[in-house]
């Protein structure tokens, strides 16, 4: 059963393995270049489970998918693995989340400044996007350049001769 090596890599392959074996926020792919690297180091399979804390028919699986795929079949996505698949927004409706945070909230929910948990809420309720998280909006308005607490604010007078007032010359 430990027959099973790596085959042979491209030196692109190399070098993409050891940057994926330094990571520090995917475990995941950082095990699985671990494992191809130690193959290729001349490991058998039970040393390589002993060395990453798995089984050594898990070591078998990866190599034996990255001898049949490359690198794709052995790279792991979290945001790909969510119940609902990754979340996307596309440009109509990104376009929508960025007129509504640049647009007047007095008029569209009564207060004078949005908060991101009020823009989050507005979007929600009138059923521009089904969910959204407080991060991504956030991200999503400052990819955009929308700054969305240093914003105008729009401030309007009681008076009823305000706007009147302006159009009359001095």
């Known amino acids: 059963m430990d027959k099973v090596k790596a085959r042979k890599l491209k030196p692109w392959e190399r070098h993409k393995l050891k940057r994926m074996k330094r990571q520090k926020t995917n475990s995941v792919n950082r095990l699985h270049a671990r494992i191809i690297l130690l193959s290729r180091g001349g490991l058998n399979n039970s040393n390589i489970a002993s060395h990453c804390d798995c ?52 008029q569209l929910i009564g207060m004078s400044v949005w908060s991101l948990e009020k823009l989050r809420e507005y979007l929600v309720e009138q059923k521009i996007v089904p969910s959204i998280s407080l991060e991504w909006l956030r991200h999503l308005l400052r990819q955009h350049r929308i700054r969305w607490r240093h914003s105008k604010t729009w401030k309007d007078s009681d008076d009823p001769n305000f706007w009147g007032d302006i159009g009359a010359s001095p």
């Open 55 to 106: 089984t050594p028919a898990w070591v078998r699986q990866i190599i034996h998918r990255f001898n049949h795929g490359g690198l794709d079949t052995i790279m792991w996505y979290p945001y790909y693995c969510t119940r609902a698949g990754p979340r996307k927004f596309f440009s109509d409706i990104v376009e929508q989340i960025c007129e509504v945070a640049l647009s007047p909230s007095k």
